[in-house]
C-alpha cells in the first residue's frame, strides 16, 4: 500500500511540474511577443492619411521649425486624417514643448483623446505620456 501512496505522489508532483514548466514557456512565449511587437519602429510615412502632394511641404515645414509647422498645420490641418495628423501634431508638440510647454501639452492631450489604443500612434502616444501628460501636484496635508 506504501508502495501505491508513493508512485501516486510521483505522479502528482511529476504532473504539477509539467504543468508548472508549460505555463512558463507560455508566459515566456507572451513576453517575447510584446517585446517584438514594442521593437517594430514605425515609418512616419508609412502611416495614411496625407495626401502624397502635401509630402514635400510638410518636410520642409519640419526644417523650417516650429513656426513653419505651425502655419502648415493651419493651412493644411484639414485635408489631413488620422493617423498621420496624429503623427504631425505629436511632432509639432515635441517641437514646440522647449518654447511654450503648456501649449504642448494641451496639443498632447487632444492627440491623445482622439487616438484609440489599436491605432499604429499609440505606442508613441505612450512613449510620450510621462513627459506631456497633466501633471497632478500633491497638495501637503496641513492638519
Known sequence: MTKLIT???????????????????????????????????????ALSG??????????????SGVNTLRQWLETYGTMVQDPRKAWIELDYCVMLSRDNPKEARRIFAE?????????????RIKQLAPTYAPQTVEQPDNR
Open 7 to 45: 508512485a501516486g505522489i510521483i505522479l502528482i508532483v511529476v504532473f504539477i511540474s509539467w504543468r508548472v514548466f508549460e505555463y512558463w514557456e507560455q508566459v515566456r512565449d507572451e513576453r517575447e511577443a510584446q517585446a517584438a511587437a514594442a521593437k517594430v519602429e514605425i515609418n512616419e510615412q
Open 50 to 63: 496625407l495626401p502624397y502632394q502635401l509630402e514635400n511641404s510638410l518636410q520642409a515645414a519640419k526644417r
Open 111 to 123: 492627440v491623445q483623446a482622439r487616438t484609440k489604443p489599436d491605432s499604429k500612434v499609440y505606442p
